[in-house]
């Protein structure tokens, strides 16, 4: 077994660990315990990053080399790490446990699925011509990244339409969340389509083919623009607005995995 | 971001509005344009649920005839090129344009003459404080640092800064027009099509795929001189490159290695590499004669004609064999070769002895070639639209106002989104009025 399969390991187990001190807070409720968990996630997120650059030196030693963002195994890990790092970054806004939680388990969820899966391929495996390409990078990374602040959104739009007001942050700091975290994920999932639109262009001739995974990718676009339009134009809050970023997130999740599982097609890489 | 409440038609509400008008009001209401984006939505998840472009019999084997005559009678087979999806998209760019203008307008007509609000206004806003004493314009404008001043009179200034997020939402809905535009420039006068190249072969034309397939001539020729594939150990390919000459006027232009993500690019038409494949050589020593023929091509002396049928890579387990069609005075009859066995790779046809003598495959490569002259409309498009979404999202207008008053000042501030942070700098700035004139 490579190492970075073992840091990756590591990794799981620290996301493991995570939810049992959120669940350890919610028992507790002391701000120390919150702290502690701040401070895990980073040791988490960092020890992925390396472990995520470990693959990528690994494949390099063995004559393959490319950027660990070419399959579905390498995509889950890199959606995890996407997700603690919007986490980290949005760090300020997102300082409840409550919303935490579920990032975190999501993150549980993926590397979990990632590993032991008997259905992903964990080896590294050579890339085919069509992802040769420096686009490669940009294009995965900004879907990932928008993919990872949808999450963010669908969790406050979640918590916002449950029963249980005790543990969650208020409704209006769940709504601010919310678009806060769309504002981050559209610009983000705008670029990570046009990035994919420029390299189809060079690689299958054509910027736009109606492929799945691009309509998938473009109809989550029009389910975000609503969002922001509901809200900024016609004054939506509230519940309205959480039931379109769970519509919009069911979208993501579409885009992410049921094209790749359902419908065929050109992008049919990471499965 | 309450535009639409302040529009001209719906303070107008009292009066009639006669049929036109409200018309022209709901062809640039954001409703509108929810139901489109809806409709657009809904009409795209169809073309992936339904398969696309498939032939008649695929579609039948799937769903029943009645279903399959609705699906061809709406367009189905082919959603994103169906009429009522192009109405969609036309009614959308409608729309978009309608209601940009009319959200614009007022903007691009009035900023000019701001004005700051009287006493009263100010100190009903938000944000405001009073100060006492003379503010100097060299004390404003280390105060305000970042700030731009925008207006300056006798009753006090206006401030601003950020200005530029206002023109956000114009520019990103007028990046998507540039989108949809160069979509249809690229759609009426560009063209895609196919071309299949042997080594060492020279085409001056593609193959246009559709309902009736047809030739199309370049206006120049391509000759592929080499095409070469490459494998991962696993067996994976790694690479396909094709050799490629572009030949016009009889004259060799330049020569160009093809490979995948890195196309040629003649004149505005882009050549990709597409697909490859193999074709047997077939080697045959006909009555003393060395042929090479490939697969249905005829060999003809006097009245001998034979024509290799069929390759087989492996016929059972025999090696590799092709089914050679002869004519016997007018009847057509067949004979296996096979290459790797004695006895079996040579035969009388006729009276002529036929010798299979050697079998090599040959690659061929599979170009798509294209053309798209609205292709610079849309990444014109796509860069605005990144720049947009920048300026709309992340840069926050600010508007601060500083009046004289009877023994001193007073300030307030505006702003239209991220409003807790600017209070903050609010808050701030007020220390450093107090700092300077106390």
Redo the contacts between chains.
Sequence with gaps: MAFHHKILGVVTLLYLCLFLIHVIYFAARKEKIKTFMWFVLYVTLGLQTVGLILRWVESYQIGIGHAPLSNFYESLIFYSWCISLILVVMKKRLNYPSLTVFGVLISLFLMGYASISPSVDRNIQPLVPALQSNWLHIHVLTCFLAYASFVVSFVCGLLYITPWKKFIPPQETLDDINYRSVIVGFPLLSAGIITGAVWAHYAWGSYWSWDPKETWSLITWIVYALFLHARLMRGWKGKKIAILSIIGFGSVIFTYFGVNFILSGLHSYAT | ????KSNPSEKAAPQEKSFVESLQGFLAS?KF??IL??C??LG??L??IIK?GAGPDEYLSLYSEGTYRIITLLGLNDV?HSPWFFALLFLFAINLTLCTLRRFMPILKGDKKSSIPDESAMVGMPMNFRGRGDVNDANLSSILKGYRCTYSGPEGMIFQKGSLSKYGVLLIHTSIMLILIG?FVGLVTGF?GFMVLHKGEMKNSITIGGEQPHEKPLGFSLKCKDFQVSF?P?G?????VSTVEVIEGGQTIFEKQI?????LNYKGI?V???SYGKTPSLVFNIGGERVTLKERETFRKDNFVMMPIRFEQNIHNFGPGVMVVYLDQGEPRTVWFLKNIERFNEKNILTVPVRLEDVHEEFYTGL?V?K?PG?WI??AG?AF??FG??IN?FIYFRRIYVRNSTGGYIVAGVAMKNKEVFKEEFERLRGRFNGISS
């Design positions: 971001m309450s535009a639409t954001i344009a929810i984006l809806v657009i939505a795209s998840i073309g992936t696309q994103y979509g895609k991962y696993n994976a390919p790694k690479d396909y490979r995948v993500n890195d196309p882009h990709y590499q597409a798509s294209s798209d292709v849309v990444w796509f639209i990144l979404l920048y999202f």
